[in-house]
């Protein structure tokens, strides 16, 4: 097994990819602890635009026709729905308590909101009419995720210890898995798009576990290398030493952060193998790729800053300064600036 070692690369040696047709890459970085969102260009690490009024803001979720940008404050309780084109808010949905992580469905129709406030809840809103729904949920969401099929999503609990996955179509449970506070996840898919594997980050645990979608049932639980005592950050880790997972557009990796040493490890598909460790920032604790996969990015929240990685290589090129504690992130197409 080869472990690639961290290695830094001067931002002007980067070779600039050509716009795509249907725009180019921009990280949305989220800042937990201020009022502003970034918006970077992972080619050169260079902050290109910055959304501002957004009280600690939280999740972030992106319209698929790329034309809006939805975040959650928990300040001010609300949905604000960012248009893409200005960077302008346009509206701020008020929800029915404080929100965590979003996720919008393929179709743009709906955007789900975790509640986090006990006794915790689903937010359902209307894209359209921007009504909100809500579906009570013991213990409160912390993360939630529709599926690539938009057939599903799937709302984590910590409080709750539990994972609970929805039918988009009528907004009805459909299974839980119980036992375990429930913290980030991802999801791989079939060849037919299909989902295959929930991947999901637990308390206490320094890896993650593999839930296979079609059985419900736990099939892997991967435990990252061990840190020792004298070489772990000081934290804190809230409970979580891993916190940021991501499946690669293509479907070969699997991206798991790791708050205990400052770096983020690269695992194979399906056989889990490590394949890449990478040194990040301090308190690593989301990742996201451009759709190309030729970049991640991972938020370090101690650091207040983000890394850009180059996925090929496996070499951080760039820790970008955005603002304080920056945690969940996401990928948008704009047009060529």
């Known amino acids: 097994m080869k472990i690639s070692k961290h290695r830094w690369m001067p931002a002007a040696l980067l070779v600039l990819l050509p716009a795509a047709l249907f725009g180019q890459a921009r990280i949305v970085q989220t800042n937990s602890r201020d ?85 915790g809840a689903v937010n359902v809103v209307d894209t359209e009419t921007f009504e909100v729904k809500e579906i009570p949920h013991p213990g409160g969401i912390h993360n939630i995720y529709v599926t690539p099929d938009g057939k599903n999503v799937i709302a984590g609990s910590i409080g709750g210890r539990r994972l609970t996955v929805y039918d988009t179509a009528t907004d009805e449970e459909v299974w839980t898995w119980e036992g375990n506070p429930i913290r980030p996840m991802a999801i791989s898919t079939n060849p037919d798009g299909s989902t295959d594997k929930i991947f999901v980050q637990i308390s206490l645990h320094h890896g993650f576990v593999v839930l296979d979608w079609d059985t419900r049932t736990e099939v892997a639980r991967i435990t990252q290398p061990d840190v020792p005592e004298d070489e772990r950050e000081p934290g804190p880790y809230n409970n979580a030493p891993a916190h940021g997972l991501g499946v690669s557009p293509d479907q070969t990796t699997v991206w798991s952060t790791s708050r205990m040493n400052s770096h983020v490890y690269v695992y194979s598909l399906p056989d889990l193998e490590l394949v890449a460790s990478v040194r990040t920032g301090r308190d690593p604790d989301w990742v996201t790729f451009t759709p190309d996969g030729r970049y991640a990015a991972v938020s370090n929240a101690i650091d207040n800053n983000v890394s850009i990685i180059d996925m090929e290589t496996y070499i951080e090129f760039a820790r970008v300064p955005v603002g304080e504690s920056p945690k969940r992130n996401a990928v948008i197409m704009l047009e060529e600036e």
Request: glycine content about 8%; hydrophobic content about 40%; aromatic content about 4%.
């Open 35 to 119: 009022g502003s969102v970034h918006i970077i260009n992972p080619e050169n690490g260079q902050v290109t635009a910055r959304i501002d009024g957004i009280p600690i803001n939280h999740g972030v979720a992106i319209a698929p026709d790329q034309s809006r940008i939805y975040l959650s404050s928990e300040a001010d309780e609300a949905l604000y729905v960012v248009d893409a084109a200005t960077m302008e808010i346009e509206r701020s949905v008020p929800l029915t308590d404080r929100p965590h992580n979003i996720s919008v469905t393929p179709d743009g129709s709906k955007v789900y909101v975790g509640i986090i406030v006990q006794p």
